[in-house]
């Protein structure tokens, strides 16, 4: 497979007979600061040796031009060496010393060497994203995990500024107006885990020790780091904090010492993904630093990364998968360990299993009910495969399992295992049954057996109980009906909730039990009263879609927000200390949202739910969850003809909620902001006009500069914001994030003008950074503009060839999920799609991919609008 793709194939080939010893790469960024600029100067030195000597092979590059390749000695010519993706070489001895000069790109999508020009105080700043293969962009290279080597980086860079890589600086050398940093090496890493950060970034600094068991010291000089002018804004204590905290706990659990030296973490503009995990230099998107009040639901998010990405330095990078079809090895471990670090290294953040069961299951739920879905160890056959498999299966499905996985075998022996995995697989690359082996040794049990039914299988059960009583209201028989492709051993807890004296529904009793098969009958239960709530999966053991029979639907319809487990109320039959408040009543939500996805319960069903009970929903994050599934239950789940009634009745519900809102809380903060995304009345509108100039108040309400920026959203949607008021909105906040909101917000405006701005914007263009990008497809994309947008759908379809030969990966794949017509639901939308995807059987697979589940997105609307018209 020839081009800018890598097969396993070529892969697997070419790393039986390499071994790399070694690289040093020379970058000379000096012309990062002249925006006419396009190139910087990247020379990379590898020494490798080769098993088969007289072989041939080749180097990954994507670079304008190549200036030199010199292998042992013999200089090749560039024009016949170089094809544009990769450097070919011949004639290979059993040790190799190869040099590639080249002019790399700077740049503008977050691929690569990144170069971002800050509209505040004109400075520029540059850093590195790879994964999965874009170190080739920077330097040359073997681009494959398994090819791991020391990696010795010298950077050269403006003197003004400083320059961090994965290892520490060894020399700093003054050239007049440049400095040239020369790095230590770094251990073994794959070439998709180095890391360059360069500019005048403000830093915070803190040290971490701990005393190891054989008597030595370990120490970790800390920094986090940002643009300047987002300083102010900086939290710099709370985030050393919480990384000081995870360092800890990884290191207890792991008995690990952290391999890489220094541990920094630089929060950088237009960052493609949440983070990454870099070795000693973690990069995360900048929107971590808040610039105005958030809910501390963000908190808990940012924290969660934080410890995600310390669990790779241990998972990913210290041990590292072969190939991506093993991409779980690294991120569905990553993925749990945030989670359980949040509760084991006892940060604030108790109800991290909470968030986890309300809102990543979510994810894994809807990836994994795609047309596309797939194991979570996958057959990953190319590098554009790869890229698509950083989603909801790899990542929260695998997360999911790994947590039943800890019940299943016990936390002490799945943590021991990984304690054996890291010692014995060290600076190495692995496979599935690398980690089974170890997992066997430690638990006792053949995981064979299990691994092929949850990891090497695709898509998700659903768990259903089925009740009989007899004449006095006796349970007789409880059984747990499983349907579903696969048949999956499940352990879970099944809760019996009845209302007590206040009326609160408290849990009563507790079964855990095996489920095997299509029915597994609970043999505790039978005598027991009949509850007025079943809730299988209680305490969210296993992965799976929870059901109602019809007697606890029906309490969930009259009573879901009386649901209370906080161990802490007498009398509530609550079992141990450690139970999540609020993990009960947040699995019901999730339960009765998948009914809703799943065309089974009517949307305005499910937005009556969120209007009675969201108001006592205490979790904040759980809140703003069902103020986005009550939004998109509304705009693409409901019947067309109830859409106006639905959308009026959220916003009314989100201005009562707003009023009674304790003053200054997160409640009050998330209410206003659903206020602004649901607001279409003369009274909504008017009320967000007030707020923006002052004219109304709500007590406690800091309407600061990003809730500002929402409110203006909602006036410049309805055709209320003028654009003389949006320009001087910019003006007022002329910041990298103050542009991604206002060309939102210009998006967004209700005209056919408007939305040709935005769609040309995007396709007739590839100037604009993947965050301008996502703000023209988000304003465009306005699903009650539906008529605006309708006469773009066949464009789109005949475009999505060119878009994905054009662009790079990262900015085809957002053009193509952005743009795809979803708002129209319709039968004919539905046929567009089917006959694109029936007359381009040759479309790349990934494109495919995209397309078939945005696809399966709109028929699972038209289903769920059936659904709701009957």
């Not at 993706?85 to 004639?91: C, I, Q, T």
């Not at 109304?696 to 929402?710: N, P, T």
């Not at 040309?760 to 988000?778: G, H, R």
Request: proline content about 5%.
């Amino acid at each position: 497979m020839p081009g800018k793709n890598l097969s396993r194939d070529e892969a697997q080939q070419r790393a039986s007979i390499l071994a790399v010893d070694g690289y040093q790469v020379r970058l000379d960024v000096t012309s990062a600061p002249d925006q006419a600029a396009g190139t910087f100067r990247s020379t990379t030195t590898v020494t490798f040796r080769c098993s088969q000597p007289g072989a041939d092979t080749f180097l990954d590059l994507l670079a304008p031009a190549v200036r030199s390749v010199t292998l042992n000695g013999r200089a090749l010519d560039p024009a016949t060496a170089y094809d544009g993706a990769r450097v070919h070489v011949d004639g290979l001895a059993a040790e190799n010393v190869l040099t590639v000069e080249a002019d790399c790109a700077y740049s503008r999508t977050g691929e690569g060497l990144h170069r971002f020009v800050d509209p505040v105080d004109g400075e520029t700043y540059l850093y590195t994203h790879y994964e999965p293969a874009d170190a080739r962009r920077v330097f040359a290279n073997f681009e494959q995990p398994d090819l791991k080597a020391p990696f010795t980086f010298t950077v050269t860079a403006p003197a003004a500024w400083d320059v961090w890589s994965n290892a520490p600086h060894e020399n700093v050398i003054a050239e007049g107006d440049a400095r040239t940093w020369e790095f230590a090496p770094t251990k073994p890493i794959s070439t998709y885990l180095t890391a360059v950060v360069v500019g005048p970034y403000h830093v915070a600094r803190d040290h971490y020790r701990r005393e190891l068991a054989d008597g030595t010291a370990l120490e970790i000089p800390l920094s986090a780091m940002c643009r300047r002018s987002l300083a102010p804004h900086f939290d710099a204590d709370e985030i050393l904090g919480v990384t000081k905290l995870g360092l800890d706990f990884f290191h207890e659990q792991f008995d690990y010492p952290y391999p890489f030296g220094k541990y920094d973490q630089a929060f950088v503009p237009e960052y493609n993904i949440g983070a990454m995990e870099n070795p000693g230099c973690v990069t995360f998107r900048e929107e971590f630093v808040f610039r105005s009040k958030v809910t501390d639901a963000a908190y808990e998010g940012r924290a969660n990364v934080i410890l995600h990405e310390m669990a790779h330095m241990w998972f990913g990078d210290l041990v590292t998968m072969r190939w991506w079809d093993d991409l779980w090895l690294k991120e569905s471990f990553a993925d749990f360990m945030g989670s359980y670090g949040l509760i084991g290294a006892r940060t604030r953040y108790s109800s991290a299993w909470v968030t986890f069961a309300n809102q990543r299951k979510a994810w894994a739920y809807r990836q994994d009910q795609f047309p596309t879905t797939h194991p979570i160890t996958a057959d990953i056959r190319d590098l554009e495969d790869a890229k698509l498999n950083f989603d909801g299966i790899t990542y929260a499905k695998g997360a999911s399992v790994l947590k039943q996985l800890v019940a299943y075998v016990g936390s002490e022996a799945f943590f021991e295992g990984a304690r054996r995995y890291f010692k014995r697989h060290a600076f190495g690359n692995t496979e599935l049954g690398d980690l089974l082996e170890v997992l066997e040794e430690t638990s006792g049990r053949d995981l064979k057996a299990w691994a092929a039914a949850w990891l090497q299988t695709s898509g998700v059960n659903a768990l259903t109980p089925q009740v009989t009583t007899d004449s006095e209201g006796r349970i007789t028989e409880l059984a747990v009906l499983q349907d579903g492709e696969v048949a999956r051993p499940h352990r879970i807890a099944v809760g019996l909730y009845d209302r007590d004296a206040d009326g609160a529904l408290v849990r009563t009793g507790r079964i855990e039990l095996d489920v095997t098969g299509t029915r597994t009958v609970a043999a505790e239960a039978v005598g027991l009263p009949r509850p007025a709530l079943v809730l299988l999966n209680d305490d969210d053991l296993t992965y799976c879609k929870v059901r109602f029979d019809e007697e606890s639907l029906e309490t969930l319809r009259t009573g879901l927000g009386d649901i209370h487990d906080d161990p802490s109320l007498p009398g509530t039959g609550q079992e141990g200390p450690d139970r999540p408040i609020g993990l009960a009543r947040a699995l019901a939500w999730s339960a009765v949202w998948n009914l809703t996805r799943d065309g089974l319960m009517p949307a305005r069903d499910y937005v009556a739910l969120v209007l009675r009970f969201a108001g006592q929903e205490g979790n904040i994050g759980v809140l703003q969850s069902l103020h986005a599934q009550a939004k998109t239950a509304v705009d693409l789940y409901a019947d067309p003809a109830w859409r106006g009634e639905g959308g009026r009745l959220l916003a009314d519900g989100a201005l009562r909620e707003l009023r009674e809102a304790v003053p200054g809380s997160d409640h009050q903060l998330a209410w206003a902001r659903f206020l602004a995304q649901t607001a279409g009345g003369a009274e909504h509108l008017g009320l967000v006009r007030g707020l923006l100039s002052g004219s109304a108040r709500i007590d406690g309400l800091e309407v600061d500069q990003e809730l500002r920026w929402s409110l203006w959203l909602a006036l410049a949607a309805s055709g209320q914001a003028a654009d003389e008021e949006l320009a001087a909105e910019l003006d007022a906040d002329n910041t990298a994030s103050g542009k991604r909101h206002y060309t939102q917000c210009l998006a967004a405006r209700p005209t056919a003008e408007a939305k040709a701005a935005a769609w040309s914007a995007v396709i007739d263009s590839d100037e604009l950074p993947s965050a301008l990008v996502e703000a023209n497809t988000a304003g465009f994309s306005i699903p009650a503009q539906r008529d605006l947008t309708a006469l773009y759908a066949a464009p789109y379809f005949k475009l999505l060839e060119r878009i994905w030969a054009e662009r790079t990966i990262e900015i085809a794949m957002r053009i193509v999920g952005g743009f795809f017509p979803i708002a129209q639901t319709d039968e004919q939308t539905l046929a567009e799609a089917d006959a694109w995807l029936a007359g381009h059987p040759g479309a790349a697979p990934a494109l495919r991919r995209l397309v078939l589940e945005r696809r399966d997105d709109l028929a699972r609307a038209l289903r769920a609008q059936a659904c709701d018209r009957a």
